[in-house]
C-alpha cells in the first residue's frame, strides 16, 4: 500500500496535484537525510503540520477490510510504503513498513528509542525540534528519508513476501519510488497475478 490507502484518513499524499506534498516543497530540500543532519530545523519544519496528520488520523475502511481478509486467511503480509501506522491501529498482524514508522523516534547520540506518544507534543504544539530525554541531542523520526537505507531486514522480508505470494494487490500507489516499485515485478517473476488499485497510472 501507499499514500492514497491513507488519504481518506485525511493524510495528504505526495503527487496529487494541486495536494500533494511534492507538488509544494522539493523532497531533497525539506526530507533527505542531508537536510536532517545539516539543517534539521528545516525538516522539522516542514514536518510538523504533516506530522499532525499522521498523529490525528484513524483507520478508514481499506485498512480495516484488510484486517478482515487476514482474520480471513487470504491476506498473508500487509507491504506498506506508508509511515503513519494505520495499519497496526486498525488490527492488522503481519505489517511491514518498509518505509519506517512515525510512532517512534530514535536519539542521534545515543540510540536509545522513544515513542512518539508524549515526546512529540511538545513539538506539534509549538515547533519545538525534539531532544532526547537523556543526552540532549537530536530525536530523528523513524521514518526514511530520501538518501537513507530501507530496513534491511523489513526489506528482506517484504522480498521474500512478494517471491512467494500467489496474489499481490497494490493499492493507493503511483509505483514511482525505487525500490519498493520493483516487488510488483518480483510476483509477477514468479508468477503471481497482480491486481492494482490506483487513481492514476503506474
Known amino acids: 500500500t501507499g499514500a492514497g ?8 499524499d505526495f503527487r496529487t496535484a494541486g495536494s500533494g506534498l511534492w507538488t509544494k516543497y522539493l523532497p531533497m530540500e525539506v ?12 525538516f522539522f519544519a516542514w514536518l510538523q503540520p504533516f506530522a ?32 503513519d501506522g494505520l495499519h ?12 519506517g514508522t512515525f510512532n517512534s523516534l530514535t536519539c542521534v547520540g545515543c540510540f536509545t528509542q522513544f515513542p512518539a506518544k508524549g515526546i512529540i507534543d511538545p513539538y506539534l504544539e509549538t515547533g ?7 543526552c540532549k541531542r537530536v530525536l530523528k523520526p ?13 526489506w528482506q ?9 500467489d496474489v499481490m ?18 510476483a509477477l517473476d514468479n508468477g503471481a497475478s497482480l491486481i492494482i488499485v490506483n487513481q492514476t497510472p503506474t
Open 31 to 42: 526530507a533527505s537525510l542531508s537536510t536532517f543532519r545539516t539543517h534539521p530545523e528545516l
Open 52 to 83: 499532525s496528520h499522521l498523529l490525528s488520523a484513524q483507520p478508514n475502511t481499506a485498512h480495516r477490510s484488510l484486517v478482515e481478509l487476514e482474520r480471513a486467511g487470504i491476506v498473508k503480509t500487509v507491504i506498506t510504503q506508508n509511515i
Open 142 to 154: 523513524d521514518i526514511i528519508l530520501f538518501e537513507e537505507q530501507l530496513p534491511v531486514r523489513t
Open 88 to 99: 497496526r491501529r486498525a488490527g492488522s498482524k503481519h505489517v511491514l513498513e518498509v518505509h
Open 157 to 165: 522480508q517484504a522480498e521474500k513476501a512478494a517471491r512467494t505470494c
Open 128 to 134: 519545538a525540534i525534539p531532544l532526547c530525554p537523556s
Open 5 to 12: 490507502y491513507s488519504t481518506p484518513s485525511g493524510i495528504p
Open 169 to 186: 494487490v497494490v493499492a493507493g500507489t503511483s509505483l514511482e519510488v525505487m525500490p519498493s516499485a520493483l516487488l510488483p515485478v518480483r
